[in-house]
């Protein structure tokens, strides 16, 4: 291929970043601007044009799959192969670096790596050898204590006296683990990462040798680099100032991983000879999710600053839904699939977007209902995610004691001290006299042949399920379901430990309760069977095999997370109310909300043709009803690129004029339904005062569109809402 052919298919913006002078550069890449391809053309571009030694390149990724991508993407262009090239993931090529050095790194010629869930298993076992409570120093706690250390550049001998009791055992843990380690010959995920930049910190004739081979070395989503990362990239590149970075500080929102938007500043101080290009011509999206993503970003202090266009037309406007409930907003969402699809959509096409996993539930159950294949991506479907298992585990026991798997599930989880050998024990005798396993702990028990530690422990399970089940007698499903996390420590549990994952787990708990508030039983079904056996068994049902398949042609659920890098058609970004996005717990923090902004901000530039957004007057979530405001982010949309939808397909005036004006006396068509007419003044015992902007529907369904002077306007059903005139 000719020089000319590689930057012959690129925009002029593009193609000053593929041809810039042998420095640092700092690409600004807005979402949909073709950064991926910038990143293959550089490459290609200075191993044709500059005639670069593929051994002098070391390009850094975020996945595996971009750093595969990348290579076949290189060899398609130039028609060689990048065997000589240093391509992949920042712990793949720190595991390269260990791997060549173990020896001048400190580690064991064969050392291993410890997975996440390997990482958690080793806790555990050095918690037991340290004789302390998995109750009252959580595993989940400590391995994200020590990787947020780790992340941070930080040893255990290295941190601060402290006379806090908790930050003083802590560190006592850290530094168990790290000798544990170290005689064993592991090496966990954080570790790669700090390892390698203490060898190449401590190791000057290797820092020289690998700062000399590569002469340039180029770093994939750089607003996504933690401290650690940033560190070992600094010390490859600070003396040569040959550092290149794609990134999008619109597009940080790995911060509570540990990623550093800071990065992209610290760059520009300490590279201050860098050159920096923007890249702000989108090839995905409509003018009008641009234009809409363009304003919401702007809200933002501290920006690099860029502005997404496109050659496309405006497209159609961003159509907002203001539902009733969760159940009418799931309702709306799965019937504008279904109606896309019968007009010819692929339903792969079609993407639901949400803040929290919890939220999920009520999409899936329609989607199931209504046989439409669905896939919940990078993550379980709702009633298959392990702290969901757990809790329907005790519920099994509760119904029946002697449901052997729910036994083996729970008896330890949370951890009781119940060790492997008395389990053993239970498993053997069950076996041996075919009992159930239930049965066989109380013949244990009452045999006495256990040590008093192991029966106490082993008698305490069976008495905290039989008094859940005592207590559960004659009580509402939800209040059983409610009592079971609760009473089996199931949500102190993950309320302890800390980190994102913890967190989502605590929300699926408390959605849990929710369901079964929810839950309508079969008229069907016999009666003799009781609520809690039939939620138990939908439960089962839809978490059945059938039900896990992968399809190709199916709907994707998935948490705004989860959606960055991907691009839909068809996009419904959901529950658009303060204290669900943004979260609640970033409502008092700038930084945090901040990056919910910047998370909105990714969840709108996913959709190429058509976005709805859709928020709820009413919502049960986690258990508990609430009566939210819509999110500011979709108050800070300009109102031009909006439209306000009905569930019948009606269109109504922008939807901001309805949330910033209460005058009403212009409106045509002011006829009176359900006693109310449009313009009058109303009272809501919860709301306060407001007044009737619009109304829709008749009978049970009618409903009114209200504008209260303190929380802004809401959809009410008239049947609920016990408005009174003034």
């Not at 006396?665 to 809501?684: D, I």
């Amino acid at each position: 291929m000719d020089i000319t052919d590689i930057i012959a298919p690129l925009n002029e913006a593009q193609r000053e970043a593929v041809t810039a002078p042998d420095r640092s550069l700092l690409v600004l890449a807005g979402a949909g601007s073709g950064k991926t391809r910038v990143l293959v053309h550089r490459i290609a571009w200075l191993l044709r044009a500059e005639g670069v030694s593929p051994h002098a390149i070391l390009a850094v990724t975020f996945t595996n799959k971009a750093a595969n991508e990348m290579k076949a993407r290189i060899e398609a262009l130039l028609e060689l192969s990048t065997q000589g090239l240093w391509v992949g993931t920042f712990h793949g090529l720190a595991h390269r670096f260990l791997r060549r050095h173990a020896p001048e790194a400190g580690l064991p010629e064969g050392f291993q790596i410890l997975d996440s869930d390997d990482q958690y298993r080793l806790i555990r076992r050095l918690l037991k050898t340290l004789e302390l409570d998995e109750a009252r120093w959580p595993p989940r706690q400590i391995q994200w204590y020590i990787n947020t250390q780790k992340d941070e550049g930080r040893r255990a001998r290295n941190l601060p006296d402290s006379y806090d009791p908790f930050e003083q055992q802590m560190r006592r843990i850290y530094l168990a683990y790290e000798e544990l380690c170290q005689r064993s010959g592991l090496v966990d995920f954080a570790e790669l990462l700090l390892r390698t930049h203490e060898f190449l910190r401590d190791n000057a004739d290797a820092l020289a040798h690998y700062q000399e081979r590569f002469q340039h070395v180029l770093v994939d989503e750089f607003q996504d680099t933690n401290s650690v990362q940033y560190a070992w990239l600094r010390l490859l590149t600070q003396d040569r100032d040959n550092l290149s970075v794609v990134g999008d500080d619109d597009q940080s929102i790995y911060g509570w991983r540990g990623a550093k938007i800071e990065n992209l500043h610290r760059f520009r101080r300490d590279y201050p000879r860098h050159r920096m290009i923007r890249l702000e011509q989108n090839y995905r999206s409509t003018g009008n999710i641009l234009s809409a993503a363009n304003a919401l970003i702007a809200r933002n202090e501290g920006r690099l600053g860029k502005n997404l266009w496109t050659e496309g037309g405006r497209g159609e406007p961003i159509s907002v839904y203001a539902a009733f409930n969760e159940q009418d907003e799931s309702c709306f969402v799965i019937e504008r699939i279904r109606r896309w699809v019968e007009e010819g959509g692929r339903r792969s096409d079609a993407a639901i977007l949400y803040r929290s996993n919890a939220q999920s539930r009520q999409f899936e159950e329609k989607l199931l209902a209504l046989g439409i294949p669905y896939r919940v991506y990078g993550g379980l479907r709702f009633f298959e995610r392990a702290e969901i298992k757990d809790a329907l585990a005790y519920l099994r026991l509760i119904a029946n004691h002697h449901d052997d798997p729910g036994f083996e599930r729970v008896i330890n989880t949370p951890t009781r001290g119940i060790g492997a050998k008395t389990l053993d024990l239970v498993r053997e005798l069950a076996r041996f006299e075919q009992l159930s396993l239930w049965a066989a702990a109380e013949k244990l028990i009452g045999d006495g042949v256990l040590p008093a530690r192991a029966a106490g422990a082993l008698a305490g399970f069976l008495d905290l399920v039989e008094t859940m089940a005592a207590a559960a007698q004659g009580r509402a499903l939800w209040e059983q379901v409610e009592l079971a996390v609760k009473s089996s420590g199931l949500l102190e549990h993950y309320r302890k430990e800390k980190g994102e994952q913890a967190e989502a787990r605590v929300e699926n708990l408390e959605e849990l309760v929710g369901a079964a508030r929810q839950f309508e039983l079969d008229p069907l079904i016999d009666p003799e069977l009781g609520g809690l056996d039939q939620f138990l068994a939908h439960a089962a049902l839809e978490a059945g095999e059938n039900q896990g398949e992968s399809c190709e042609d199916c709907v994707q659920l998935m948490t705004l997370h989860a959606a960055k890098g991907l691009e839909f058609n068809l996009v419904f970004l959901v529950g658009l109310e303060e204290g669900l996005f943004p979260s609640l717990q970033s409502l008092e923090d700038p930084a945090r909300l901040e990056e919910e902004r910047r998370l909105c901000y990714v969840g709108i530039t996913r959709a190429r043709r058509k976005l709805y957004i859709t928020h709820a007057e009413c919502r049960r979530l986690y258990g508990k009803e609430t009566y939210p405001r819509r999110s500011r982010f979709l108050r800070e949309l300009p109102p031009d690129c909006l439209e306000e939808v009905r569930m019948k397909g009606g269109v109504s005036r922008p939807v901001a004029s309805a949330m910033q004006s209460a005058d009403t006396s212009a409106m045509p068509g002011a006829g009176a339904r359900g006693g109310f007419r449009l313009g009058q003044r109303v009272r809501h015992g919860k709301f306060g005062e407001g007044v009737i902007l619009q109304q829709e529907g008749d009978g049970a369904q009618a409903r009114v569109h209200v504008n209260f002077a303190e929380v802004g306007a809401k959809w009410l059903m008239l049947a609920y809402a016990n408005l009174e005139p003034i």
